[in-house]
């Protein structure tokens, strides 16, 4: 036992959201790795999501917000978002009242995992601005038959994510920043994006700064996903394609994420609450432990990450214990034990 646990010192500490549907048992099954690997720390268990709902809550309750605040880091489950009614999104509230900026969302090839990209060894990087845009809400009907929704772009959000990306390109020794957008028809919102990320670039003579329309994009991530290094763009845009992107290399089962502020930082996959198979035992945890892992390096737990990561790879190549998504018929908790004993 650590000293710190034996005279009750305080020890550090992490803010843990289950959220609804797969979120609860994929938690449980990256808690439990974290164990095994011996990660020590104290654990705040918040509600959000069905949870908070079922009791006549918000999505994502005040006193939930508060406690990350207070505890600077979380890792977080997915909570479901209703389709074209009910209540706003959880996630959304998150990142505006803490401000998590920016959502950084890597794209590697990984062992093991057959894809009609596997021989392309990709390792990208979409930095995606998660406070405006669409995802503002602001939606109105003037008229039953006329719907209108108000794209907010402000110049210092453009500001702060592109030197956002260009700072990050720069610690990982990153060569290329992309802007995406589609600045020929919003001239005005997507185009101050790109003003403000070409004014950033001109401070990184080190890096490469240059720029794609959104649809072209697409089209060259399925065609040549190999030549892009760092993609920034708008929330929407980024939605989209880190979605798109997490198909490339082997699917949302694997795709983790980052929510980073000033202050706070919230570890989450980018997948949602995949309600067809919740409670079924089919999910794959590899996507939030992969967050939980970019957790571990935001608080220095380098070597831990890199043991853990090393557990996940074995797995993944090997291939008789992945889930189903990934064409195997281990169950979440027979995929945990397997790297759990990968370990060592
Ligand atoms: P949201 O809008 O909340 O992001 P979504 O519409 O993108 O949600 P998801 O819940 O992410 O939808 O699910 C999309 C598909 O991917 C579903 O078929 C789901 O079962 C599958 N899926 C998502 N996450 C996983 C996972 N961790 N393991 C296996 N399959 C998953």
Do not use: W
Not at 145 to 158: E, H, N, P
Not at 173 to 195: C, P, Q, Y
Not at 276 to 291: F, Q, R, V, Y
Not at 309 to 332: I, M, N, P, W, Y
């Amino acid at each position: 036992m650590r000293l710190s646990r034996l005279f009750g010192m305080a020890s550090r500490r992490i803010a843990i959201i289950p959220g609804d549907g797969i979120g609860p048992e994929i938690t449980d099954a990256v808690l439990r790795i974290l164990e095994a690997a011996g990660f020590e720390a104290e654990y705040t268990f918040l509600e959000a999501g069905q949870p908070s709902l079922d009791k006549g809550g918000p999505a994502m309750p005040d006193a939930t917000v508060q406690a990350i605040r207070e505890i600077g880091v979380a890792l977080k489950g997915p909570t479901a978002t209703p389709i074209g009614k009910g209540h706003v999104s959880a996630n959304v509230t998150l990142r505006k009242k803490l401000d998590l900026f920016a959502n950084v969302r890597p794209t590697r090839t990984l062992p093991g995992v057959t894809t009609p990209f596997s021989e392309r060894d990709l390792d990208l990087v979409i930095v995606r601005e998660n406070t405006e845009d669409l995802y503002a809400g602001i939606e109105f009907m003037p008229t039953p038959d006329l719907a209108q929704s108000i794209k907010v772009i402000t110049r210092g959000a453009c500001m702060r994510i592109c030197a956002y990306a260009f700072d990050m390109a720069r610690k990982q020794g990153r060569k290329r920043v992309t802007a995406v957008h589609k600045a020929n028809i919003m001239k005005m919102s997507d185009g101050m994006f790109l003003e403000e990320f070409y004014k950033v670039a001109a401070q990184y003579t080190d890096i490469k700064g240059d720029d794609i329309i959104v649809d072209n994009c697409c089209m060259q991530l399925v065609m040549r996903p190999e030549q892009f290094d760092v993609l920034v763009t708008e929330n929407l845009y980024g939605d989209i394609v880190s979605d798109l992107c997490a198909g490339l290399v082997g699917g949302l089962g694997l795709a983790p994420g980052a929510n980073i502020g000033i202050t706070n930082a919230v570890f989450e996959a980018v997948h949602g609450s995949a309600p067809d198979i919740a409670g079924k035992g089919l999910a794959n945890p590899t996507a939030l432990l992969s967050s939980g892992l970019m957790m571990l390096r935001h608080i220095g737990e380098h070597a831990m990450a890199d043991r853990i990561q090393a557990a996940v790879l074995s797995v993944l190549q090997e291939g008789k214990r992945t889930t189903r998504d990934l064409g195997g018929s281990a169950s979440t908790t027979e995929y945990r034990d397997a790297v759990i004993a990968a370990l060592g």
